[in-house]
């Protein structure tokens, strides 16, 4: 029995899995069902199986890769040189500082990935100058090396069991930690801008600076298209998209 030449012919669609602009520049694209899609017969099923299988199971831990790095370079864009040394409390040094949570980013995803993922990029990992710029740039080529390899990996080496600290985990499960540790640091960024009085572009959905809650359609802006952008951007001085602001709307569901 002849197997369809497409996946549109499967009753499948291909496009990017969401509109995050860290898609962009990765020149990826993913396949999903469409929800046009007609009901498909055990058949019809068997007759697709070799075009899903090209989708590899684990892809969406690759994109979720993809976009992490890119929000992570975009709140460091937030900041300032000056910011660097500022910690959330003056004289409390329990809280990193804007440069030990940048340090500590680009340290701990290098030993995550060597030692519980095995993938060994060689990177420094730290910049030689640890400035904002340097920081960015750094982060990006070496999270963008360790994006490709993750890019050739197969089923079977996501679910493979690996050392995770002191016990043992598949790589799937050590994967949604680490997009999950890297969110939880950069959120701890977000808050500092916000205590430093700095506005915020979009990292997941619309901000008090984008226009306020999503309910009252408020837009999603990024500062930048895409990864490209923003590095050949920000080392020219920087050109962020423009915000709107709330223009007098609630930006929190229990405003006061």
């Known amino acids: ?26 020149g990826r694209t993913a396949i999903h069902r469409s929800d046009e899609a007609p009901r498909h017969t055990k058949i019809k099923l068997d007759i697709c199986a070799g075009v899903k299988s090209a989708a590899m199971r684990y892809e969406f831990l690759v994109e979720a890769y993809a976009t ?31 440069h030990e949570q940048m340090v500590h980013q680009c ?11 095995g993938i060994d990029v ?16 750094e982060y990006a080529h070496d999270s963008g090396k360790r994006l490709e390899l993750l890019r050739g990996k197969d089923d079977l080496w996501w679910e493979e069991i690996v050392k995770f600290f002191d016990v043992r985990r598949p790589r799937t499960w050590v994967m949604v930690r680490r997009i999950a540790h890297t969110s939880h640091h950069r959120g701890q960024l977000m808050a500092m801008l916000r205590m430093l009085g700095r506005e915020i572009h979009s990292n997941y959905g619309p901000t008090a600076d984008t226009g306020g809650l999503m309910q009252n359609h408020a837009p999603t802006i990024y500062a930048y298209p895409g990864i ?8 020219a001085g920087g050109s962020k998209l423009p915000l709107p602001g709330a223009g007098g709307k609630a930006v929190t569901e229990r405003p006061t």
């Open 68 to 98: 992490e790095r890119l929000k992570v370079i975009s709140v460091w864009s937030e900041f300032r040189d000056e910011d660097l040394p500022v910690r959330p409390h003056t004289t409390d040094r329990r809280g990193r500082s804007v």
């Open 122 to 137: 060689r990177a420094l990992p730290l910049p030689k100058r640890e400035v904002r710029l340097e920081f960015i740039g």
């Open 228 to 235: 490209n952008e923003l590095l050949a951007r920000e080392a």
């Open 107 to 117: 340290v701990s995803e290098d030993l995550w990935f060597r030692n519980m993922l």
């Open 1 to 26: 029995m002849r197997r369809p030449r497409s996946a549109q012919a499967c009753g499948l669609r291909v496009g990017r899995p969401n509109s995050d602009p860290g898609l962009k520049p990765m």
